[in-house]
């Protein structure tokens, strides 16, 4: 039996990224706790062939390998920077390139970054209702984080670290924990 494959995606160019930070913790976590194969991108991963394509066929092979895996994957972890308000328009032009029924009961969890609190709502009027669009399971908690949850592009801030345990057990309505995989399998 392999093990489900939980892919992050972090809707951001910059490298270091807070956004990727997040999408990242979420992601470890995430696979330390149900045995996940983790694989996690950024918009620099899908490369520059994304903002010349009208459709999935025009993108070069390394965007498409992304799409693939997005849409083959268990889970979801998405996460986006927040600017003026909303997630930025590559990313979500790389969310239109993928089907709708790609997504259909997939599991996501929801996760966003931004100078401060004025943003936080942007995962409930932006991200859920994109996401339910395509029919996934956005999970019923949402992150979002700020600069002051960082240092050196890690989660430091210990409210941030509790909602992401928090949003991590709500996968167990999809997966076995990897310690009851473990159990039963001996």
């Not at 956004?19 to 694989?39: K, P, S």
């Not at 700020?146 to 210990?158: A, G, I, K, L, P």
Request: net charge neutral.
């Amino acid at each position: 039996m392999s093990a489900p494959k939980l892919v992050g995606l972090a809707g951001s160019f910059n490298r270091p990224s807070k956004t990727y930070a997040l999408v990242r913790t979420v992601a470890d976590r995430a696979g330390g706790r149900y045995g996940f194969n983790n694989r996690i991108y950024d918009l620099t991963d899908v490369g520059p062939s994304l903002g010349q394509a009208q459709w999935r066929k025009d993108l070069d092979d390394a965007a498409k390998r992304i799409i693939d895996d997005i849409a083959s994957a268990d889970a979801l972890v998405i996460g986006s920077p927040t600017y003026k308000g909303s997630y930025p328009g590559l990313f979500k032009h790389l969310i239109d390139l993928i089907d709708p029924h790609e997504l259909r009961a997939k599991p996501v969890i929801i996760t966003a970054t931004g100078g401060g609190d004025r943003h936080a709502l942007m995962v409930e009027h932006q991200l859920r209702p994109l996401f339910g669009f395509f029919m996934a399971h956005t999970l019923p908690t949402a992150v979002y984080a700020s600069d002051r949850d960082f240092s050196d592009y890690q989660v430091t801030s210990e409210p941030l670290s509790k909602r992401v345990d928090e949003v991590i057990g709500e996968l167990a309505a999809f997966f076995p924990r990897r310690d009851s995989v473990l159990a039963a399998a001996e």
